[in-house]
């Protein structure tokens, strides 16, 4: 078994080869998995809002909390590391509104799970990162579990069972 | 809330009575529904960065049902109710009146069962603390999911992180003596009532002093 590299709220982690990146109980929160095919590196984000620039604490909490400031941090660091961001491709997980009342989402028309995917898919586009797998919205929470060596995320729900992507 | 130090340790006693004034009628509640003794434990007050709450709620991959209402009026809140998901077959059976271990499967009649329950024990947390408080608060329905206690959590987080950077959390166990069943209530105040929560306090033990 691979040694578990756990992604909290709010953080990103990078795991090579032997190694597997963790984050659990992901409701609206997105996980976004960057994979460098070449050098089977990973590196995983657990973002939990679309925009920085809405909440007044920015500055106080880690880039990773925002799709905004995630991803550019995120490849930004990875290149430091030599590794360009040409080479990786991604995969987005989660988004999920898992409370609904009334048939409604909580928060108007669109709830923040799918704020957070349109985000990171936006910043993908952004810095020319191709998507090449999602497991996104629905009503289920997911924990995933990314492993470096072949790319596959791992989706597990607590009721529907788990998939590959 | 964006600054803890706002805290002392006089409005954590008052958090931790809040809790045990809410939970201790929700708990009657309950115990006059099923006809058993229902207890609660000593409230925990939680006041951290929003990312850490996973790390200090013994949250895990456990299944729970939580049952979910966002408070709005004088103190804009969210409460939550969690119970084990391996409890709900039991729990439903004693609000159904049925021998414990009657039923195999969580059916609609038995989902309907536990979403009024969440209404029942929500009312009776909120009744007395509005009472308490001497302040008007208005309930939504509340919603249910059936999931991880992480995924649970993670969603109310995510929604309060929209305004603030720590989470006050007021966690109250609450826990039926005969079989074991144990559920959690959570009262979760947003960013902006932690001043009316502290006014209200004040004029509330001000009241106590006087009388």
Redesign the interface.
């Known amino acids: 078994m691979p040694d578990n590299i756990k992604v909290?709220?709010?953080?990103w982690k990078i795991a090579r080869l032997q190694e597997c990146l963790v984050t659990?109980?992901?409701?609206?929160?997105v996980a976004l998995a960057l994979w460098d095919p070449q050098e089977k590196l990973a590196a995983m984000a657990h973002i939990?809002?679309p925009d920085s620039k809405?909440?007044?604490?920015r500055k106080?909490?880690?880039a990773a909390?925002f799709a905004d400031t995630a991803i550019i941090t995120m490849l930004a660091e990875l290149n430091r590391l030599g590794f360009p961001k040409e080479r990786f491709q991604a995969k987005v997980v989660g988004g999920?509104n898992?409370?609904?009342?009334?048939g409604k989402a909580?928060?108007g028309n669109m709830n923040?799970g799918q704020r957070n995917v349109i985000a990171v898919k936006e910043e993908l586009v952004r810095y020319g990162i191709p998507l090449v797998g999602e497991d996104t919205g629905g009503?289920?929470?997911?924990?995933v579990d990314f492993f470096p060596e072949t790319g596959v995320v791992r989706v597990r729900?607590?009721?529907f069972g788990e998939r590959d992507i | 809330m964006n600054d803890p130090s706002e805290i002392n340790a006089f409005y954590k006693d008052a958090f931790q009575e809040l809790g045990n004034i809410g939970a201790g009628n929700a708990a009657t509640a309950l115990s006059q529904m099923v006809g058993r003794t229902i207890s609660t434990s000593v409230p925990k007050v939680m006041i951290i960065p929003i990312e850490k709450v996973p790390e200090v709620v013994d949250s895990n991959e456990n299944i729970v049902a939580g049952i979910y209402l966002k408070v709005y009026g004088d103190l804009p809140a969210k409460i939550l109710v969690t119970f084990e998901h391996a409890d709900l077959l039991a729990l439903t059976d004693l609000l159904m009146g049925q021998p414990v271990g009657a039923a195999s499967l969580l059916n609609e009649m038995r989902i309907s069962a536990l979403k009024e329950l969440g209404t029942i024990l929500t009312g009776s947390f909120l009744n007395a603390l509005a009472k308490f408080l001497d302040l008007q608060l208005i309930p939504t329905v509340p919603a249910l999911a059936i999931d991880t206690m992480l995924a649970i959590l993670n969603t109310l987080l995510v929604e309060l992180s929209q305004d603030a950077r720590y989470a006050l959390l007021i966690q109250t166990e609450i826990f039926e003596t005969e079989t074991r069943l144990t559920g959690n209530i959570f009262l979760i105040p947003e960013a902006d009532a932690l001043d009316t929560m502290v006014k209200a306090i004040q004029k509330a033990a001000g009241v106590i002093d006087a009388g």
């Open positions: 909290g709220m709010a953080d659990f109980g992901l409701g609206s929160c939990m809002l809405l909440v007044r604490y106080e909490v880690s909390k999920a898992m409370f609904t009342f009334a909580i928060g923040i009503t289920a929470g997911r924990s729900t607590a009721m």
